[in-house]
């Protein structure tokens, strides 16, 4: 039988995996770590199902030099990890907890022997509870703090992490963290939501200073999680309401980082007396704005929008209820990043599904090829896409969900610590051998 034909990828193209630091690391106050909001927050009963928490996690913390061996069979020529804030500053600022620190030494020193590029992300998400006592990301300190915390890291792997990535997903954190409450940690206000999104896009802009003070080459941006949004018919009420969708979902964050405003109509949206209108103050968007040399794209699915302003699903979902399986939509999110925001270069730092298959993940592979496919067709038509981390490199803690989804390309069987490979993992080891898909 004759193989089936594939579809190229440039050379240069590289293929990659990401996790997060809460989500695999486990070793919760080993050497020193502090709490984070999330270790609060996955404690507080009723927070996560079955009561799960990340105090084990994938036990990355101890077992990373066989997960760094495991990346190498993959044939991964990226990866995308984050740095857990409290692991190194265990109370947010201050004194740098040295052991913490190492662990990311250690970890990029055996990526970098194994030919991996590191892609670290600042903030995951876990911020250091000492500062959430303090109000967090409810002040604008805290975008003062995050930077003096991202200068540690520049000063420490600098130049040895050719990819910095300040913030994961800061919509995440407003809409689940402080609008629906079911992220750590746990408030429900919309109004101090959007409080929080400036001063997380301002912690981007200041860390991006903090790197440009140093005399790293290496690049920097923010990776946000975007999803294409479409009226579900022709009427003038359903474009309405997909543009004011759109502005929530994705121009509220591209706009401030790519063209320096928010949105005209996000702004108008907004009450008289909102907080975040005063929150914004003169010179942020400057700040925010000034340099963004790539941009990480989590691309999960589409987002479909009736003339009423509501939600509706017209593609398939997974076990994630949320996500909405569109392939085209990536085609026609890296297409419109270009349109709008200009040529930066892309990377895509997150894209999977949850699968309940535990090893013949056929599904997985379903996705992830006609992902890939839509990727290729996205870089024809001069889109420049450098890279693709497939989330996540192995099973792990997916927050309020805590282990009953799996989006790992690994199988971890939690009560003994033990990877096997997926079908996908030995169906992507063959794409990364290849830099083909099989279409
Ligand atoms: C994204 C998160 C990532 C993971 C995936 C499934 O929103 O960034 O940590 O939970 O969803």
Same mark, same amino acid.
């Given at each position: 039988?004759?193989?089936?034909?594939?579809?190229?990828?440039?050379?240069?193209?590289?293929?990659?995996?990401?996790?997060?630091?809460?989500?695999?690391?486990?070793?919760?106050?080993?050497?020193?770590?502090?709490?984070?909001?999330?270790?609060?927050?996955?404690?507080?009963?009723?927070?996560?199902?079955?009561?799960?928490?990340?105090?084990?996690?994938?036990?990355?913390?101890?077992?990373?030099?066989?997960?760094?061996?495991?990346? @190498?069979?993959? #044939?991964?020529?990226?990866?995308?990890?984050?740095?857990?804030?409290?692991?190194?500053?265990?109370?947010?600022?201050?004194?740098?907890?040295?052991?913490?620190?190492?662990?990311? @030494?250690?970890?990029?020193?055996?990526?970098?022997?194994?030919?991996?590029?590191?892609?670290?992300?600042?903030?995951?998400?876990?911020?250091?509870?000492?500062?959430?006592?303090?109000?967090?990301?409810?002040?604008?300190?805290?975008?003062?703090?995050?930077?003096?915390?991202?200068?540690?890291?520049?000063?420490?792997?600098?130049?040895?992490?050719?990819?910095?990535?300040?913030?994961?997903?800061?919509?995440?954190?407003?809409?689940?963290?402080?609008?629906?409450?079911?992220?750590?940690?746990?408030?429900?206000?919309?109004?101090?939501?959007?409080?929080?999104?400036?001063?997380?896009?301002?912690?981007?802009?200041?860390?991006?200073?903090?790197?440009?003070?140093?005399?790293?080459?290496?690049?920097?941006?923010?990776?946000?999680?975007?999803?294409?949004?479409?009226?579900?018919?022709?009427?003038?009420?359903?474009?309405?309401?997909?543009?004011?969708?759109?502005?929530?979902?994705?121009?509220?964050?591209?706009?401030?980082?790519?063209? #320096?405003?928010?949105?005209?109509?996000?702004?108008?949206?907004?009450?008289?007396?909102?907080?975040?209108? @005063?929150?914004?103050?003169?010179?942020?968007?400057?700040?925010?704005?000034?340099?963004?040399?790539?941009?990480?794209?989590?691309?999960?699915?589409?987002?479909?929008?009736?003339?009423?302003?509501?939600?509706?699903?017209?593609?398939?979902?997974?076990?994630?209820?949320?996500?909405?399986?569109?392939?085209?939509?990536?085609?026609?999110?890296?297409?419109?990043? @270009?349109?709008?925001?200009?040529?930066?270069?892309?990377?895509?730092?997150?894209?999977?599904?949850?699968?309940?298959?535990?090893?013949?993940?056929?599904?997985?592979?379903?996705?992830?090829?006609?992902?890939?496919?839509?990727?290729?067709?996205?870089?024809?038509?001069?889109?420049?896409?450098?890279?693709?981390?497939?989330?996540?490199?192995?099973?792990?803690?997916?927050?309020?969900?805590?282990?009953?989804?799996?989006?790992?390309?690994?199988?971890?069987?939690?009560?003994?610590?033990?990877?096997?490979?997926?079908?996908?993992?030995?169906?992507?080891?063959?794409?990364?051998?290849?830099?083909?898909?099989?279409?």
């Amino acid at each position: 039988m004759l193989d089936a034909p594939r579809t190229a990828f440039p050379p240069s193209f590289a293929w990659g995996a990401a996790t997060s630091a809460y989500q695999i690391e486990g070793a919760v106050r080993d050497d020193g770590r502090g709490p984070s909001v999330w270790d609060v927050f996955a404690h507080e009963p009723g927070r996560i199902r079955n009561g799960d928490t990340g105090d084990v996690a994938a036990d990355h913390y101890h077992r990373y030099v066989q997960d760094l061996d495991l990346m @190498k069979d993959l #044939g991964l020529q990226s990866y995308r990890f984050s740095v857990s804030w409290p692991r190194v500053l265990p109370t947010g600022r201050g004194t740098v907890n040295a052991k913490g620190l190492d662990f990311y @030494k250690r970890l990029v020193d055996g990526l970098l022997a194994r030919d991996i590029a590191p892609v670290a992300t600042l903030f995951h998400w876990d911020t250091p509870q000492a500062l959430q006592d303090q109000g967090g990301w409810e002040t604008r300190d805290c975008a003062k703090w995050f930077a003096d915390y991202a200068a540690v890291m520049f000063a420490a792997l600098g130049d040895r992490v050719p990819t910095w990535l300040t913030l994961n997903e800061p919509k995440t954190v407003v809409d689940v963290g402080y609008t629906a409450g079911t992220h750590a940690p746990g408030k429900r206000d919309r109004s101090l939501a959007n409080v929080v999104g400036h001063h997380l896009l301002l912690g981007h802009g200041l860390a991006v200073q903090a790197l440009r003070a140093t005399t790293s080459k290496s690049r920097i941006g923010a990776a946000l999680s975007l999803s294409p949004t479409y009226p579900t018919d022709a009427s003038a009420a359903a474009a309405r309401q997909a543009l004011v969708t759109d502005g929530e979902e994705n121009r509220r964050w591209l706009d401030p980082l790519f063209k #320096g405003r928010y949105p005209q109509d996000w702004l108008a949206s907004q009450a008289p007396d909102a907080p975040v209108l @005063k929150a914004i103050r003169d010179g942020d968007l400057a700040i925010i704005s000034a340099q963004n040399d790539v941009l990480g794209v989590n691309y999960y699915g589409t987002t479909h929008i009736t003339g009423t302003g509501a939600r509706v699903f017209v593609h398939p979902t997974s076990q994630a209820t949320w996500q909405e399986i569109s392939p085209d939509g990536l085609y026609d999110l890296l297409t419109r990043i @270009k349109r709008d925001y200009g040529d930066v270069p892309l990377t895509v730092t997150e894209n999977g599904m949850a699968t309940t298959n535990p090893m013949r993940d056929d599904d997985r592979i379903t996705f992830l090829r006609t992902h890939f496919a839509a990727a290729h067709r996205a870089i024809q038509s001069g889109v420049k896409l450098e890279s693709f981390h497939v989330w996540s490199l192995m099973d792990n803690f997916e927050w309020a969900e805590g282990y009953t989804q799996r989006w790992g390309l690994v199988n971890v069987d939690f009560a003994s610590q033990r990877r096997t490979h997926k079908a996908s993992a030995d169906w992507y080891k063959k794409v990364i051998a290849t830099n083909s898909v099989d279409a």
